[in-house]
C-alpha cells in the first residue's frame, strides 16, 4: 500500500518531443506528488509538485496530470531538450513525513 | 541557498568495518531522512528523523543504525558493513509543516565496501 509504481524504467525521445512518465499509487492518505529530477553525480532536486485539490499544474514546459479516482499521475515534458536528459523519479507522501519514490525513469533526449 | 551537505562524495571501506556518513543542513528542518538509492529500486528510505533523538526506522533499517544529537546533523551508520551495502547514500530534509513540502537533498555519498 506504500508503494508508488513508475513507469517505464527507461525513456528516449527525439529533442522536440513530448516525454511522458506515469505513476500509480494505492494509499489514499497521499496528499503530496512531487517528481524530482536527477543529474548524474547529483542528489534529486525538485521539478514540479502537485496536491490532489488541482488535476493539473503547470510550470513551463513541465506538467503534473493527476487522476485522484484512478490513483494515478504523470509528468510531461513538452518540446524536450536534450539538457532534459536525466533520471526522474516520482514520489508520494502524507499522513507522515516520509517520502515514497518510484524507481525511476531514465529519460534520453536525442539531439 | 538552502543546503544539505554530506560529509563524503566517494567513501571505500573494507568489509566488517563501522562506518559513519554524515550529513549536515541549514535550513532549520525538523526531518530528516537517509536514503539508499539503488539502480531499478528507486530511492528506499533507510531512517528518518522527526525531531532531535527521535527517529524511525524506514522500510530497509537492517543493518543500520542513524544518530541525531542536534537537529542540523543526521549520522547514518553501518555498523558491520557488508559487500551489499554498497549503493550511493542520500541524505534529505524537510520542514516539520503539517502539509507535506519539498524534500532537499544532499549532493550523496557512494559508498563502496570491498
Known amino acids: 500500500q506504500q508503494q508508488v509504481k513508475q513507469s517505464p524504467q527507461s525513456l528516449i525521445v527525439q529533442k522536440g518531443g513530448i516525454s511522458i512518465i506515469n505513476c500509480a499509487y494505492e494509499?489514499?492518505?497521499?496528499?503530496?506528488f512531487p517528481w524530482y529530477q536527477q543529474f548524474p553525480g547529483k542528489g534529486p532536486a525538485l521539478l514540479i509538485a502537485?496536491?490532489?485539490?488541482?488535476s493539473e499544474k503547470k510550470e513551463g514546459r513541465f506538467t503534473i496530470s493527476f487522476n485522484k479516482s484512478a490513483k494515478q499521475f504523470s509528468l510531461h515534458i513538452m518540446d524536450s531538450q536534450p539538457g532534459d536528459s536525466a533520471t526522474y523519479f516520482c514520489?508520494?507522501?502524507?499522513?507522515?513525513?516520509?517520502?515514497?519514490f518510484g524507481t525511476g525513469t531514465r529519460l534520453k533526449v536525442l539531439a | 541557498d538552502v543546503k544539505v551537505t554530506q560529509s563524503s562524495r566517494y567513501l571505500v571501506k573494507r568489509t566488517g568495518e563501522k562506518v559513519f556518513l554524515e550529513c549536515v543542513q541549514d535550513m532549520d528542518h525538523e526531518n530528516m531522512f537517509w536514503y539508499r538509492q539503488d539502480p531499478g529500486l528507486g530511492l528506499r528510505l533507510i531512517y528518518f528523523?522527526?525531531?532531535?533523538?527521535?527517529?524511525e526506522k524506514g522500510d530497509i533499517p537492517e543493518g543500520y543504525s542513524v544518530s541525531r544529537e542536534k537537529k542540523e546533523r543526521f549520522s547514518l551508520i553501518l555498523e558491520s558493513a557488508s559487500t551489499n551495502q554498497t549503493s550511493m547514500y542520500l541524505c534529505?530534509?524537510?520542514?516539520?509543516?503539517?502539509?507535506?513540502?519539498?524534500?532537499?537533498f544532499g549532493q550523496g555519498t557512494r559508498l563502496t565496501v570491498v
Open positions: 528523523s522527526y525531531d532531535v533523538k527521535m527517529k
Open positions: 514520489a508520494a507522501s502524507g499522513g507522515t513525513y516520509k517520502y515514497i
Open positions: 502537485i496536491r490532489p485539490d488541482v
Open positions: 494509499n489514499t492518505a497521499f496528499d503530496y
Open positions: 534529505a530534509s524537510s520542514s516539520g509543516s503539517p502539509w507535506a513540502t519539498e524534500a532537499f
